[in-house]
């Protein structure tokens, strides 16, 4: 079927605004990532989901980032009160467990 | 989790074959080596990886070092189309969830 899908594509935002980008995952994946990219740089991981449960948040840079994956498919990463510092590619990924990340195009997040 | 070091960038010309290195002199006993690869404006994408003996595939070969401490990535032909940025990262072999370091990667531009 379809590879991992990631709306929206771009997004502008204010500062301060709050945000909510979207991970549709490969059918019966059961690992689901988060990554944030800078320009330049390498993806960073953000959070890990196995089905619903959140295993791994350990690289949310703040509170003010929120993942959710409530049904064990489609996930959103939400930031609240974003700031310029936030702009960047956020990359979702899904594997079957244990198996090579399968990546999406990405969201370009832009903060103004 | 173990790192990996490679250049920042490499030129290769058309047709011509491409040697990628990558060092992970702290591989552990139990780490697959994998490469992903990033075209612009795209998510990374799987390329190939290995454990010890050099693996090929429809995309690329992988020549592990004896000591495992470094790998090369080899296209055999390069084309327009593998001008991207190599990722070279260490997963360990059994699987689950692991939180990977993806690192800056290796910037390949391909010349006419």
């Known amino acids: 079927g379809a590879g991992v899908s990631q709306s929206p594509r771009y997004k502008v935002a204010k500062r301060g605004q709050d945000v909510a980008l979207r991970c549709d995952p490969i059918s019966g994946h059961v690992s689901l990532f988060w990554y944030q990219q800078a320009l330049g740089q390498g993806p960073e991981f953000l959070t890990y989901?196995?089905?619903?449960?959140?295993?791994?948040k350990s690289g949310l840079p703040s509170d003010r980032f929120f993942a959710e994956r409530p049904e064990g498919s489609v996930s959103t990463l939400k930031i609240q009160r974003t700031q310029q510092e936030d702009s960047a590619v956020y990359l979702c990924a899904s594997s079957l467990s244990g198996g090579n990340e399968y990546f999406g195009p990405g969201t370009r997040l832009t903060v103004t | 989790d173990a790192k990996t070091t490679q250049p920042n960038s490499m030129e290769s010309n058309e047709e011509e074959p491409v040697h990628l290195p990558c060092n992970h002199s702290?591989?552990?006993?139990?780490?697959?080596i994998h490469w992903y690869r990033q075209l612009p404006s795209q998510g990374p994408e799987y390329v190939i990886h290995g454990l010890t003996s050099n693996v090929n595939n429809r995309m690329a070969s992988l020549a592990i070092a004896e000591d495992r401490k470094s790998s090369t990535l080899i296209l055999h032909r390069a084309t327009l189309r593998d001008a991207a940025v190599y990722y070279c990262?260490?997963?360990?072999?059994?699987?689950?969830?692991?939180?990977?370091?993806f690192g800056i990667g290796t910037k390949l531009q391909v010349i006419p």
């Open positions: 702290t591989i552990s006993g139990t780490d697959y």
């Open positions: 990262i260490l997963r360990d072999v059994y699987g689950g969830y692991q939180k990977v370091t």
């Open positions: 989901f196995q089905n619903e449960a959140q295993l791994d």
